[in-house]
Every structure is written in structure tokens, then in C-alpha cells.
């Protein structure tokens, strides 16, 4: 064991067997002890950094020191569906240094031999305690916050602290960011010199302490170039006057006309008139000008700056307007059971114990609806149920005296945008399925984006796309764009799934493989690109952040605060509901 107090990696450049360029070139980072967050846009090679790092993957050129063979390693990966390596020796580990980890993580000591039966938020903790099991030297985790609840998100965090040797985080969970992080490693496209390429701006701090110093030093970089493309511009405005003074002496000298090329005493007596008079210094000047611009404009392509981003600023989303009627529906008081048809107000059981929705502050008692402070009178919450809840949503497996959901009456106006909040397994997905079923029953045109999507959703909205219009098409394309995507990619993908759709065999669920598939992220903002066209006046997104990037976040949020219609969001990403989201149901 190497035990390295820093991690070099210098002028690494790796490229994959598929790529036409490389997806790192040239970069270097150095990596201390503490927890380094890889932030940047999704494919920018943040992964592919972390892997080089660890010998998982061997740059072309460039060199890591130490070498990764003389030190212990660990990767945890962002899928927990498929169990960790070192699972058996994890299950029969009992050190002191696991039981404290078990216990931080709040492992079931039987949770090892089902992996494959647990909720994805037991698998990430499991998955997450093998790695630190090892003792490793340097360790990397794969957004380890992807679909995971705060309990879980907590969890996660108390077993990080403990690790104090050279932590590599990918990650674009700000809350997580701020609360883990030493420093932070931010991969940008920097363009400069007529091309992009890759650059990492290491910062000192979490996500927050470290974005007023990027923000200082991206400014400073753009009035660097300001000033550069100032001083170009000057410089060939006077040397273009030089030039055209030049050319008024030389018309001079000969009355305007040329010169004899046979009359040598005449180009003899203006050579001396040049090497003595006006007319040479001029030419002398407008030559030195000239070098003068040569130097401003390497200077000026010299200077990087971050290649173009996008504000989430949708023209589709501008269009729509907000039903006319003063609220889109009203449910409830009563109560939703786990695995039932909707709302009921039947008589219970006794021995029958309900989550309860609060909004915004406020919660309700009894089945007759009526608020008191969310704090007046309220018994404990059962943490044990709340640490083991099923992270897939309804159909959670929670303590057995959970069986449903008690709501007051909740209301949804036609501008209403509302943040659905709660541990995984309490029942989100059942509240918003029901209120769906209220919804399906008026005229009112709705866009719902699952959480899960896959290859049938992508033949959908590809079949949809390419039977727009032109001009819907290169709307959609447009805000697609300003969601910080690229559109080539989808045109790219069409066309394969065009040539696919009229071949005898074609049919949508054999459109793509995972080369011509878009990623979940990208998916889903092009499920709400071409959705918009609808004109919805109720948006319903379910976990709308994952697999997102910072930057598309930050789009996708100005965009949501754009919309005039009506908005549900179910998300566990809590800086972004603080940005999108004015009313809170919490699910306790």
C-alpha cells in the first residue's frame, strides 16, 4: 500500500476506440487528501478521469503518479443493480472498522446475502460500504446520490466523513456537493485559438464557496478578451488609415500615373525619395502596425473563455398560457391506500397508521380535514421505516403498520407549481397517480414525464419528431439547445431511426442499440421539448434532475420558472425545488 499523501496526473490525453477526437487532451489535475468533486457537463470525461486514476482505463499519453498498481483502489459505480466485487468478503467482515461502517450506513446485518432483493437505496449503501471496506488509498464514487432519498443521502454523508485519504466524487447533487466536498475540480469546453477543447479549474471549497471565485475568474477572462479584441479592432482601423495615407503618397510622387518600368533614372530618383522622405516613414510605420496586430491577436486567440451555454429560455414554453378555470381540481379529504384505485373515505381499522401529506408548514389530524401546526401534537416518525423504505416508490415495502396516505384537501390552481417531497417507499408516486386519475377525468391537455424511461419512449417521441412540421421541428430543436444539448445528436439519431422505420423489419422497440440511444437525461429533455407543442396547462415530472448536469439543472429550472401553467414536481433534489417549486407536499 502506497498510502500517497497526492495524486499527479499530468497531460493525460485518452480517447476511446469509437471517438474521432479525444475526450481528454492534454489536461492534468492534482488530487489531495479529502473528498474532490468532478463537476461539469455529462461526457465531458469526469468518469473517464476518475477511472484513469485508479488504472481502471490507461491514458495514450501522459502519466500518473504514483502508479495505480502500487496503491488500493476502490470504484463505486453509479448502477447498484449489479452487486460489488468484494460482496462475499464484505458479508463476512465483522472488524470493528465495518460494524462502524454497517452502522453509519444503517446495514441490515441479513442485507449482503439478498442483495438482489433490496430497494435501490439499500443497494447504494451496501455498494458504498464495500468501498470503504477495502481501506482503500484512493476511492471513487459514481453519483452516489442517483435516486436516492435524504435518509439515504444522509447516511451516505456520515460514512464520507470518516474517509480521509484521496476521495474522488462525481457528482451533480448540490446539497451533497456542499456538504462533502474539500474542493471542487470543474471540467469545462473552453474555446480558444478557432477551436473547443477541455480544461479543469481546480477550486478550493464545496459548490458554493467555490462558484463566487469561478465566477470571478470566468469575468476576468471575458474583460481580458474584451480588452484583447478592443486593441485588434484599434490597431486595423489605424493601420488601414497608414495604408490609404501610403497610397495617397505613392499617387503623388508620379502624378498618378505608373512608373515606366524601362525608365530606370525615374524609379532610381523615387527609390532615394523613399529611402528620405515622408513616404518612407509612412511605410515604415504601417509595417510596425502591422506587427503590432500580429502580437494583439495571438494574444487575443491566446485567451480562454467557457464555449457558449444556454439559459433554458424555451419559445415553446413562452407560447403556453394558464387555464382559464380558478382551480384544476380539488381531492380529497380522505385517504389513498398503498396498491388501491384512489382516494377513499371509508371507515379504518383501528390498528390502520397513515403517512400524512403537509403542505407547506401545515398538517392535517383527522380524516375531516382540518390543519393544525405541523408540529402540534405530533407523534414520533418511525426513522427505522423511513431508513428501510423502498427507494422504487409505490410499491414500497415500509414497517407494517403503513398502509396509505392521509390527505387533507389539496388543491391545484392553474399556476400552482408544487414540490412533492418525501422519503423513498412513503408514497409519492401513489399521491401523484392518484391525482392523475382525477386529472384523466377533465379536458385538460397534461405532460407527464416518468422517472423511468426507456428505448419505447425514445421510438415515441421519434416517431412524434419526425412527423412535424418543419418549422416544429426546428422549435423543438431550439429549445432543446437552450436545455444545453445538442441537437446534431438527435438529428443524427432521426436519421437512423428513420432509415430503420421503412425497412421491412423496422418497429419501434427495435429502433436502437445503446449507440443510438440518447442518455435518460437527454430523453427526457426531448420528451418535454416536443410535449410542449401540446400547449400543456399542468406538467407533472417525476425526479426531472436525474442523470442531469449541473448546467442543464440550471436551464431546466429558468425554464420551469418561465411556465405559466400548473407544475408538479416529485424530486428529492431539494436546491432545485427551492428554485422551481412555491408550494411543499411532504409525504411523513
Known amino acids: ?162 474517509f480521509s485519504k484521496i476521495g474522488i466524487l462525481v457528482s451533480h447533487d448540490v446539497e451533497f456537493i456542499d456538504r462533502v466536498a474539500a474542493r471542487c475540480a470543474y471540467f469545462e469546453r473552453i474555446h480558444r485559438n478557432g477551436r473547443n477543447f477541455t480544461q479543469i479549474k481546480l477550486r478550493p471549497g464545496n459548490f458554493s464557496d467555490s462558484q463566487s471565485q469561478l465566477r470571478k475568474d470566468d469575468e476576468s477572462e471575458k474583460r481580458r478578451l474584451r480588452e484583447a479584441t478592443i486593441q485588434v479592432n484599434r490597431l486595423t482601423a489605424v493601420k488601414h488609415d497608414r495604408d490609404h495615407e501610403v497610397a495617397k503618397v505613392e499617387a503623388k510622387k508620379h502624378g498618378g500615373r505608373k512608373i515606366d518600368p524601362k525608365d530606370h533614372d525615374a524609379r532610381n530618383t523615387l527609390k532615394m525619395r523613399n529611402m528620405m522622405g515622408r513616404d518612407a516613414s509612412s511605410s515604415a510605420a504601417s509595417a510596425q502596425i502591422g506587427a503590432r496586430i500580429g502580437f494583439a491577436r495571438k494574444r487575443e486567440q491566446g485567451i480562454a473563455v467557457g464555449a457558449k451555454r444556454y439559459d433554458g429560455r424555451l419559445d415553446l414554453i413562452a407560447d403556453i398560457r394558464p387555464s382559464h378555470h380558478d382551480e384544476l381540481v380539488g381531492f380529497g ?51 427505522t421505516s423511513e431508513n428501510s423504505a423502498d427507494s422504487r416508490g409505490g410499491n414500497a415495502v415500509l414497517s407494517s403498520n403503513y398502509r396509505g396516505i392521509r390527505v387533507p384537501r389539496l388543491s391545484v390552481g392553474p399556476t400552482d407549481h408544487i414540490g412533492v417531497t418525501g422519503s423513498n417507499g412513503t408514497g409519492k408516486s401513489t399521491l401523484v397517480n392518484a391525482l392523475l386519475q382525477v386529472f384523466s ?99 407533472v415530472l417525476d425526479e426531472p434532475t436525474n442523470h442531469l448536469d449541473l448546467h442543464s439543472k440550471e436551464a431546466l429550472a429558468n425554464a420551469l420558472l418561465s411556465y405559466a401553467g400548473a407544475l408538479i414536481v416529485v424530486s428529492h433534489d431539494m436546491w432545485f425545488l427551492e428554485k422551481v417549486a412555491s408550494i411543499r407536499w411532504n409525504i411523513r
Open 441 to 539: 377525468q377533465q379536458n385538460l391537455p397534461i405532460l407527464v414525464i416518468p422517472q423511468e424511461t426507456g428505448v419505447n419512449d425514445q421510438g415515441g417521441v421519434l416517431s412524434r419528431f419526425v412527423s412535424l412540421a418543419q418549422m416544429q421541428r426546428s422549435k423543438v430543436l431550439s429549445d432543446y439547445a437552450q436545455l444545453n444539448s445538442n441537437p446534431k445528436r438527435v438529428l443524427d439519431i432521426v436519421e437512423k431511426f428513420t432509415a430503420h422505420e421503412t425497412s421491412p423489419s423496422g418497429k419501434e422497440t427495435q429502433i436502437v442499440d445503446t449507440r443510438d440511444a440518447l442518455s435518460p437525461g437527454e430523453l427526457r429533455k426531448l420528451l418535454l421539448c416536443v410535449g410542449l407543442l401540446d400547449g400543456p396547462q399542468l406538467m
Open 1 to 162: 500500500m502506497n498510502n500517497p499523501q497526492v495524486l499527479t496526473l499530468s497531460h493525460i490525453t485518452f480517447s476511446y476506440p469509437e471517438s474521432i477526437e479525444p475526450i481528454i487532451e492534454d489536461v492534468s489535475l492534482t488530487l489531495s487528501p479529502g473528498w474532490t468533486v468532478l463537476l461539469g457537463d455529462n461526457g465531458i470525461g469526469k468518469t473517464t478521469l476518475a477511472r484513469l486514476a485508479i488504472g481502471g482505463l490507461q491514458p495514450q499519453s501522459g502519466h500518473v503518479s504514483p502508479a495505480p498498481s502500487t496503491m488500493v483502489s476502490a470504484f463505486c459505480r453509479q448502477d447498484a443493480k449489479l452487486p460489488p466485487d468484494n460482496l462475499d468478503d464484505f458479508a463476512a467482515d465483522w472488524s470493528a472498522e465495518t460494524l462502524h461502517i454497517r452502522k453509519l450506513l444503517g446495514i441490515g446485518d441479513d442485507w449482503p446475502y439478498r442483495y438482489d432483493t433490496l430497494s435501490g437505496g439499500e443497494a447504494k449503501r451496501v455498494q458504498v460500504a464495500c468501498a470503504l471496506a477495502v481501506h482503500p488509498d484512493v476511492l471513487v464514487l459514481d453519483e452516489p446520490t442517483n435516486y436516492v432519498d435524504v435518509p439515504t443521502r444522509d447516511a451516505i454523508c456520515s460514512a464520507l466523513d470518516t
Open 333 to 383: 379529504p380522505g385517504v389513498i391506500e398503498y396498491g388501491g384505485s384512489g382516494l377513499s373515505e371509508k371507515n379504518l381499522p383501528p390498528d390502520f397508521s397513515l403517512r400524512r401529506v403537509s403542505i407547506s408548514g401545515f398538517d392535517t389530524d383527522t380524516s375531516d380535514g382540518t390543519y393544525r401546526s405541523e408540529n402540534e401534537g405530533r407523534e414520533p416518525v418511525d426513522k
